[in-house]
């Protein structure tokens, strides 16, 4: 599957539009510092200390947005 990897602080700023809000990312564990990623779906998961977690999805028109802001295309 190809993702787009970003930090947490970066999610926050593109989950305000289409995804779920940064108290509802919060409350799942993700924080600047965080390691996650997004698939072309819009599956958002995080990193934690023994793999992957998958925690909420991008809505709408978000791939524009996400290699907009990140500088990267899925891979």
């Known amino acids: 599957m190809k993702f787009i990897e970003m930090s947490g ?3 926050f700023r593109l989950a305000v539009e289409t995804g779920p ?3 509802e990312l919060s409350q799942v564990g993700v924080r600047d510092e965080s390691i996650v990623r997004i698939n072309p ?3 958002i998961e995080i990193r934690r200390s023994d ?3 998958l925690i909420g999805g991008l809505l709408g028109d978000f791939e524009h947005r996400v290699k907009h802001e990140t ?3 899925w891979a």
């Open 51 to 53: 793999g992957w977690d």
């Open 9 to 11: 602080k970066t999610l």
């Open 71 to 73: 500088g990267l295309d």
């Open 41 to 43: 779906q819009g599956d």
């Open 21 to 23: 809000s940064p108290d």
